[in-house]
């Protein structure tokens, strides 16, 4: 389910955490699920101008494994990707450049419980006046 203003520059957010794992009755030790992962960042970049050569990232992390075999526990869920603004008069740069706000990878590694859940994807959004990006010939 996706969320917020269409035009998200009036209301910025981080992604969300992943929830954490469940622990385990088996245990005499320690009764720990896995953390769950941090959610992305936020990256807001107002230029005058901007080259892309690369990437941006601003991705979730994924949920923590326990050693599930010793304490039965379950990993935590995977955390959000964040957001990216540009707001610019000029963009330039390459068309392989990238801007990544995946969310973290699902995590299963649980002995007999289910995994956790994968993070979801974050949001990114370019405003400019004029854009020219090389044809990479």
């Known amino acids: 389910?996706?969320?917020g203003n269409i035009?998200?520059?009036?209301?910025?957010s981080y992604g969300g955490g992943g929830g954490g794992g469940g622990g385990s009755a088996f245990?005499?030790?320690t009764n720990l699920g896995g953390r769950g992962g941090?959610?992305?960042g936020l990256?807001?970049?107002l230029l005058e101008e901007i080259t892309l050569e690369g990437k941006i990232e601003s991705k979730g992390q994924s949920g923590e494994c326990l050693n599930v075999k010793a304490h039965r526990s379950a990993p935590g869920g995977s955390g959000a990707g964040g957001s990216v603004v540009i707001i610019t008069k000029s963009l330039h740069g390459n068309p392989n450049s990238k801007i990544q706000v995946d969310g973290g990878i699902p995590?299963?590694?649980?002995f007999g419980t289910g995994g956790g859940g994968g993070g979801g994807v974050g949001r990114w959004l370019i405003k400019t006046q004029d854009s020219l990006l090389n044809s990479g010939q």
């Open 1 to 3: 389910m996706q969320f």
């Open 43 to 45: 990256v807001y970049l």
């Open 107 to 110: 995590v299963n590694c649980a």
């Open 38 to 40: 941090n959610g992305g």
């Open 7 to 12: 035009d998200f520059t009036k209301r910025l």
């Open 27 to 29: 245990t005499d030790d």
